[in-house]
């Protein structure tokens, strides 16, 4: 089992920034991939991938919509994973995810994640 458990959400701006935290614990390895997801209002059902990285290379992979703003990283050390969040926008509201999963690939959707945090609100006001 893996536990994970977000930080850092919270109510800013349009254009500020956040750093969101996700620390790990349990059976993890660097076998795992980490995920950040997120779930906007009114789209209770979907939950849209973010950004990924693996553990044991660093490689990552952005979603389109968040490319160039946001950024994943990682302190192997805390068994943590971070988003840098910058020049947010209101579109960007919803709870945030981190997620695991073992194996490499970056660009796989929620439905194969094996673990989850329990979610961090991040409101961007215009």
């Known amino acids: 089992q893996v536990q994970l458990v977000e930080s850092g959400g919270g109510l800013v701006q349009a254009g500020g920034s956040l750093r969101l935290s996700c620390a790990a614990s349990?059976?993890?390895?660097?076998?795992?991939?980490m995920g950040w997801f997120r779930q906007a209002p009114g789209k209770e059902r979907e939950r849209e991938f973010v950004a990924a990285i693996s553990w044991s290379d660093g490689s990552t992979s952005y979603a389109d919509s968040v490319k160039g703003r946001f950024s994943i990283s990682r302190d192997n050390a805390k068994a943590t994973v971070y988003l840098q969040m910058n020049s947010l926008k209101p579109d960007d509201t919803a709870v945030y995810y981190c997620a695991a999963r073992l194996g490499a690939a970056l660009r796989l959707g929620a439905t194969k994640y094996d673990y989850w945090g329990q979610g961090t609100q991040v409101t961007v006001s215009s």
């Open positions: 349990g059976r993890t390895s660097s076998s795992y991939t």
